[in-house]
């Protein structure tokens, strides 16, 4: 899909639905200019290989309407022009690292391939230094709030190991028929896992909800978040059991943050600073749940490594708390 006669053109997501005597309803969704556009209308087909199958409807975006139509796709032309990336679009792969440790010890090293776009599209491929590749899903949690796949898309997905140190890692976006989109690539660069985990973990419940407060994880190559420009952050996850994060804070910056008893909307402005996303202390169901503090690293600047580095946390600084209606109690 592209706008104007000189438009760049993007993929687009469709679904159409038979309606019987050669007719289909037909909705589209495409992210031309970097913004959604939602064209619905029906579909007639007439007789074969005549030049005479029409659609029309009305399309929508964000401040705009109107009706549009077309006449009978040329198949002499099956391929599009490659997306280029900037002017409203864009696409971001990013390979990192994370790592578990039980005091001074590493107990568990991942990979984690990532990517961020509003390409339209239905996965990402990504070739790995040894010239294999990873096919990585659609997903979404708690930290993305903005990803609708409709004009936000994320594909994640982790394997044990570290990543190979200096290789690249070459993205791509796939289409509905897991071909990779022409244009729609990215590369990162992986270097190393410098930082220690947060330490010396602790809670005080108050009247505002559980202060938690660490020590500052030591400055290294691509984490320094207290420095000019900050470099990396640190984030907070509250889980139960082995479930998905019910809370989160991330971009902390400082070595200690407020996790809020309040509704906060489920994204918001953190205290001291960080950005506070998922449900409050009060929204949590009555039950044990266990938060970890980690420190996540960045690219160095002028090197090849773009996005998040690395991830440490320490499974024995983790905070276990209980909620019992309104009473917060942390346990030993």
Known sequence: ??????????????????????????????TPLGSVIKLTGLAETRGAGITDDSVDGAWQTQDAWGDWSAFHHDRRNPKCPAVEIGNGLHFRGDVSAARFKRAAESIGEQTILEGMTNIVSSGMRVTLPDGNSVDVPSYTDIFSPSVNFIDSFRFTTLF?????????????????FGQPI??????????????????????????D??????????????????????????????????????????????????????????????VPDGNNFGSSLLELGNGTYVFDVIAFSKGVPGTASAGLECQVRAVDEQIHFEKSGATITVLP
């Open 1 to 30: 899909m592209a706008v104007g006669s000189g438009g760049q053109y993007t993929p687009i997501s469709a679904r159409v639905i038979v309606s019987g005597s050669g007719q289909f309803d037909v909705t589209i969704f495409g």
């Open 160 to 176: 044990p190991g570290l990543p190979v140190s200096g290789g690249n890692h070459a993205f791509a976006l796939l289409d509905i």
């Open 209 to 270: 909800g559980i202060l938690a407060t660490w020590n500052p994880v030591p400055v290294v190559p691509g984490f320094d978040p207290s420095g000019s420009p900050s470099l990396g952050f640190y984030q907070i996850e509250i889980r139960q059991d082995l479930g998905g994060d019910l809370y989160g804070a991330s971009l902390i910056l400082n070595s200690s943050h407020l996790i809020p008893f309040l509704d906060f909307g489920g994204v918001g402005p953190g």
């Open 182 to 207: 022409p244009g729609a690539t990215s590369n990162d660069v992986w270097n190393a896992c410098l930082q220690d985990a947060p330490r010396n973990v602790s809670a005080i419940v108050n009247a």
